[in-house]
């Protein structure tokens, strides 16, 4: 069955880099998403990746795709305080419209 | 600027009581979801819309919950009787497609005592 694992929290320094890792078992997976989640809002679409493709930079996000590892990252670059929010990794599969979540990892930034 | 939205945002009931959710998909989405987020599992899916026809309702409990699309612009999710362990916040989402990212509403967070 599809799962997307994540970890579940993050730590990291105003300025300094973060990068939240997810995996899923899904080999046929077509898309992979990561959304943010502010407290008390809804999901944010933050970018996303096709599977045919290994890397995606919009701005300060960076996204990894390993097809091999089935494995997933974001790099948010010069994190900010603002950046602090659960972030979601999503798959979905080619014809489909139903997502598969993981349970998020929340994202702390210290000033 | 379009966005899903959702009403009320605040729901506090007693046991046993009838819920009803409303959702707004943005203009032209043809896809709508109804998605509930709790502490211990994540967001589920409960159910899906295309071009207002039910595709799946697997997600959810059958004997109390109905989701219904009346029109194109109004997503409806109804919870009767509603029980404690419903308490979570429940999201609306639509798409323009089977491929199309989805955009997510505020939320309804729902509280049964």
């Known amino acids: 069955g599809e799962d997307v694992e994540q970890s579940l929290f993050l730590s990291v320094r105003e300025g300094d880099s973060s990068v939240i890792n997810c995996t899923y078992t899904d080999s046929s997976s077509t898309y992979l998403y990561w959304y943010k989640q502010e407290p008390g809002a809804g999901l944010q679409l933050l970018t996303y990746?096709?599977?045919?493709?290994d890397m995606k930079q919009d701005q300060r996000l960076t996204v990894l795709l390993n097809k091999k590892d089935k494995h997933l990252s974001l790099r948010i670059a010069d994190t900010q305080t603002g950046d602090s929010a659960i972030y979601f990794c999503?798959?979905?599969?080619?014809?489909?419209?139903?997502?598969?979540f993981g349970k998020g990892t929340m994202l702390l930034v210290s000033p | 600027d379009a966005r899903v939205t959702q009403t009320p945002r605040h729901k506090v009931t007693e046991m046993g009581q009838e819920v009803t959710m409303r959702c707004q998909p943005i203009l032209g989405h043809n896809t709508v979801f109804w998605y509930r987020q709790t502490m211990m599992q994540g967001l589920e899916l409960l159910a899906y819309?295309?071009?207002?026809?039910?595709?799946?309702d697997s997600g959810m409990p059958k004997d109390r919950f109905s989701a219904e699309m009346p029109d194109a612009t109004l997503a409806t999710l109804k919870i009767q009787p509603s029980e404690p362990r419903d308490s979570a916040v429940y999201f609306c989402?639509?798409?323009?497609?089977?491929?199309?990212?989805?955009?997510f509403g505020p939320g309804t967070r729902l509280t049964v005592l």
């Open positions: 999503a798959e979905s599969m080619e014809g489909y419209s139903t997502l598969t």
């Open positions: 990746i096709f599977s045919n493709m």
């Open positions: 819309f295309r071009n207002r026809a039910p595709l799946d």
């Open positions: 989402a639509s798409g323009l497609g089977p491929t199309d990212t989805q955009y």
